[in-house]
């Protein structure tokens, strides 16, 4: 969503993995698909992370707790901290448990919490609905800074055009072809703190994602990626919310020998598994 690649280098937080806590309930031709393995990005990935759109894609749980403390951080104990490892025990800090417009929200004013928020906030701004104009602004609404909407409503409305609906296999009103299935999700796999003071945050979250179309004839067949995205935070009312962030590739494992699954197969799993709260 955001121009460029720009990394703040500030003072250093702690951090640590994370782990899944709990799932929420939810409930092609050319097999593109077929039988072998993937290890190139699609070609509208690459234009996605050109135009600076956040189509990232969803989920497992944050939820893990820095090894040197028990406790969690507050706003002013933690500007000089260097980042380490920690340990995926669980904090004992209950999970966010509110939601504004079906997006987690009521984060915690620590370390922790800014940790959730960016990760429950790169889920909704990769997930399908950013490319449905009313739905996008909505979620704009939840997880942007007041100051920072209006920016990114006109940017992203510059972004998502007619030609790049049908970049990712879409119609030119952005609706999915009749007897296919639009996927784009993305899976946060950690976090990390760079930077923490007062009502200031910067996080990193490095992200798995999906994007794509399943269907028997699709030629745009669901592909993952790999990608770091830098949110920076701030505390507005009694919540944080992004003020910006970048986007850069990786990093990225090797690709496995998994075969690469069917089209039908593909769309049942996407029907079939929901998303998640992250927490930490």
Not at 8 to 33: A, K
Not at 252 to 279: L, M, Q, W
Request: proline residues 4%.
């Amino acid at each position: 969503m955001s121009l460029g690649n720009e990394r703040n280098d500030g003072l250093y937080g702690g951090s640590g993995e994370t782990r899944t806590r709990l799932p929420e309930g939810e409930g092609g031709g050319q097999d593109g698909y077929g039988g072998g393995r993937r290890s190139s990005r699609s070609s509208s990935r690459s234009l996605v992370t050109v135009v600076g759109v956040v189509v990232l894609l969803i989920a497992a749980i944050a939820f893990a707790n820095r090894g040197d403390s028990g406790d969690e951080s507050s706003a002013g104990d933690s500007g000089g901290k260097k980042a380490g490892a920690g340990p995926t025990a669980a904090s004992g800090t209950k999970p966010v448990d509110g939601k504004t417009s079906g997006i987690p929200s009521g984060f915690a004013k620590s370390e922790q919490g800014a940790q959730s928020a960016a990760a429950n906030y790169a889920v909704a701004l990769g997930s399908a609905d950013m490319f449905n104009k009313a739905k996008r602004d909505s979620i704009l609404q939840v997880v942007m800074a007041p100051s920072s909407v209006n920016t990114f409503k006109t940017r992203l409305d510059k972004a998502y055009t007619a030609a790049f609906f049908k970049s990712v296999g879409l119609n030119a009103d952005s609706t999915t072809p009749k007897g296919y299935q639009f996927v784009s999700r993305t899976v946060p796999i950690g976090t990390k703190v760079t930077s923490y003071a007062g009502n200031k945050a910067t996080v990193e979250v490095w992200c798995s994602g999906l994007l794509g179309l399943a269907g028997e004839r699709s030629t745009k067949p669901v592909t993952n990626s790999w990608f770091t995205m830098t949110m920076k935070l701030g505390w507005t009312g009694d919540d944080w919310k992004a003020v910006t962030h970048s986007q850069k590739e990786g990093p990225s494992p090797v690709p496995g020998d998994d075969r690469a699954s069917g089209s039908d197969e593909i769309s049942k799993a996407v029907e079939g598994y929901g998303g998640f709260t992250y927490a930490r």
